[in-house]
């Protein structure tokens, strides 16, 4: 781990159940690869999950079964590592290489910046070769002029064991990606004939992958896989089906018929994902008895989940002789090492793994990323507290654009300040705050503009007009993120889906079985999913989560005898401009784009203010910062 880093204290309930092909999965890592020094639950790095990988294939091997690798993408914007250099990537695209994945595909997250998109297409998929799938996303190539597949559209391999396998890459439909890039929607692809006969191929196809950056949940506002589904069971009715999502950062675990089923495996490096499979029937398969040794799966695909989100759409034919197992394996040394032990090697750590950790802290070290600016007293998170609770980051927001939002030359008329909540990315963690943190709880560049002399009757409004509608959505450019070293610190399409009580619940369920060796429990993932409530590997205790608005306000330099005043600044950030337009219309007002300028110079960012305010106010304890322990306790 890195330096740092705490360990987890709470450990797996029970080894995992091994089937006849069996795969790990990532997704929307995000740049996380330090893992979360802060928090003990996801302590690991990337070098930890390099040792992990090459125990866990060892043991795969030693058993005699297959064991594939899968990440779904979104592999930026989300810490320092991945996001202060420029563009964002160069150090952590490499650092994700050391994992040999068998199948891999392209993010949202990798579309939005032409350059990020390039590096993708000129090195990140040279390096993986045919394993790169990108069944509907394409990029213009400046040597052809022609739009061409970053990847490839599909994969057909057989592997270790002998099962053959056809493989999809599919992005949502996506339309926020930059002008160099094309994503084909789903309604078209399915449509394409080379995909239709890639499913029709008369060579023999044990089992149909789809991974893509996806909802695997088919009700979910973004999930195409229904569509996929559908098409691949009207051309081969019983052919298993093994999805692979993301996109929607929750565990997730959904069943489409008797021979399908899709696995999510979370977010920022908190996950890994775990499936296992047995009774697929093939002539090429070499090894047909179960490992032994191990438990084994035991579970048909049969949903037990009975609420909205159950939408089995069982069009398979004919009855079924395959078990399932899945997990959701927390990201964190203790983990990893229990699952990854064998009898014949008792030592964890490879040459490999203990290089690439190296690797990121040089990384860490070379960008800075441990330069202190104060100390958090405690935490602030996004969702375990009712805005208006201290602990709520929401409920600082304002006391720090109060301090740190300031045009000196403007600094003494009233303002209101008001900034959407999409604009904060992760939960600010009690202890050191950093360079890094400043990304990790906000890692885009969205600027402060303003209307002057607004009168207040109506600015008062604006507010509550914005909270009573629809959460406000960015068209993102490379302005939106923080791609370069430099900061005013000493040194949608949506961004991501709308995160919303609902979206969390999978998060922090209230099932879940509890280990009794273990007396207290860390609070993390309780999870439930089509298969019930027992696919959290590690048992924990509950996290409330609360609904919070879409929008939040500073009121700043009012008169101190607590009159309003006639008029004010009415501030606010970039991207919402045209809902604060609207909204002054709608209350009768006549303004325009010409009355929004920059209340700040635009280098003063939502990437900024933290930083700056953890400067004014956190200073005690520095520089020996207690660390808590985390979100939820």
């Not at 018929?257 to 977010?267: P, S, V, Y």
């Not at 964890?348 to 990121?360: E, L, M, P, R, Y």
């Not at 920059?598 to 203010?609: A, G, I, K, V």
């Amino acid at each position: 781990m890195q330096p740092e880093a705490q360990n987890s204290t709470n450990g797996p309930r029970a080894p995992l159940e091994w089937g006849q092909i069996n795969f790990l999965q990532t997704t929307d890592t995000h740049g996380w690869l330090e893992g979360h020094l802060k928090e003990q639950n996801y302590g690991a790095d990337w070098g930890d999950f390099v040792s992990f990988i090459k125990k866990m294939k060892q043991k795969a091997c030693d058993l005699g079964v297959d064991l594939l690798l899968i990440d779904t993408g979104d592999l930026h914007d989300g810490n320092g590592l991945s996001d202060a250099t420029s563009p964002n990537g160069l150090i952590t695209n490499p650092i994700f290489e050391n994992i040999d994945y068998d199948i891999l595909t392209i993010g949202n997250h990798e579309l939005y910046v032409s350059e990020i998109s390039y590096e993708h297409f000129n090195q990140f998929a040279k390096v993986f070769g045919d394993r790169y799938v990108t069944s509907n996303v394409k990029i213009l190539n400046p040597s052809t002029g022609k739009f061409e597949y970053i990847g490839v559209p599909y994969r057909y391999f057989t592997t270790e064991q002998g099962l053959r396998i056809m493989a999809f890459g599919v992005l949502f439909d996506f339309t926020g990606n930059s002008n160099v890039s094309r994503v084909t929607k789903t309604a078209d692809l399915i449509k394409e004939q080379w995909f239709l006969d890639a499913i029709a191929t008369p060579q023999p196809i044990d089992l149909f992958v789809v991974a893509g950056h996806n909802p695997v949940r088919t009700n979910a506002s973004t999930s195409t896989y229904g569509t996929i589904y559908q098409t691949i069971r009207g051309l081969r009715p019983d052919t298993p089906i093994q999805f692979f999502g993301g996109h929607t950062h929750i565990r997730d675990f959904f069943v489409y018929d008797n021979k399908a089923t899709g696995l999510e495996a979370g977010r920022y490096c908190e996950t890994v994902g775990w499936l296992s499979m047995t009774g697929i029937r093939s002539s090429n398969y070499k090894a047909p008895k179960l490992p032994q040794g191990v438990p084994t799966p035991t579970r048909g695909a049969i949903f037990v989940a009975t609420d909205k989100t159950a939408a089995n759409l069982s069009l398979s034919t004919s009855p079924s002789s395959l078990l399932y197992s899945r997990r959701y394996l927390d990201w964190n040394r203790l983990t990893f090492e229990y699952h990854a032990q064998t009898s014949q090697d008792h030592t964890f750590d490879t040459q490999n793994g203990k290089a690439v950790s190296a690797i990121i802290s040089a990384g860490r070290k070379q960008l800075n990323l441990s330069t202190l600016y104060g100390c958090a007293p405690r935490t602030y998170c996004q969702y375990c507290k009712p805005f208006g609770d201290p602990g709520n980051i929401y409920t600082l927001i304002p006391t720090a654009l109060a301090a740190t939002v300031v045009n000196q030359s403007r600094a003494d008329v009233p303002r209101l300040i008001i900034v959407h909540i999409g604009h904060i990315r992760f939960d600010l963690v009690q202890g050191p705050f950093t360079f890094d943190d400043s990304f990790i709880v906000s890692p885009f560049r969205n600027a402060f503009q303003f209307i002057s002399d607004v009168p207040y009757d109506m600015a008062s409004k604006v507010l509550g007009i914005l909270n009573a509608g629809k959460p406000q959505k960015r068209d993102l450019s490379t302005e939106d993120f923080a791609f370069g070293a430099a900061s005013t610190i000493d040194q949608q399409s949506c961004i991501d889906p709308p995160i919303t009580h609902d979206h969390l619940s999978r998060r922090f369920y209230s099932g879940g079985r509890l280990l009794r060796r273990q007396s207290t429990l860390a609070p993390g993932y309780i999870t439930t999913d089509d298969f019930g409530d027992d696919g959290d590997d590690t048992p924990h205790t509950f996290i409330p989560t609360y609904k919070q608005p879409n929008d939040i306000q500073a009121i700043v330099s009012f008169p101190i005898d607590g009159s309003m005043p006639a008029a004010v600044d009415l501030v606010f950030l970039d991207f919402i401009a045209p809902n604060i337009l609207n909204a002054l219309n709608g209350l009768g007002g006549r303004y325009s784009k010409s009355d929004v300028s920059y209340y700040l110079p635009t280098e003063f960012t939502t990437n900024s203010y933290f930083a700056e305010y953890a400067k004014m106010a956190w200073q005690a304890n520095m520089p020996k910062c207690p660390v808590g322990a985390g979100v939820g306790s």
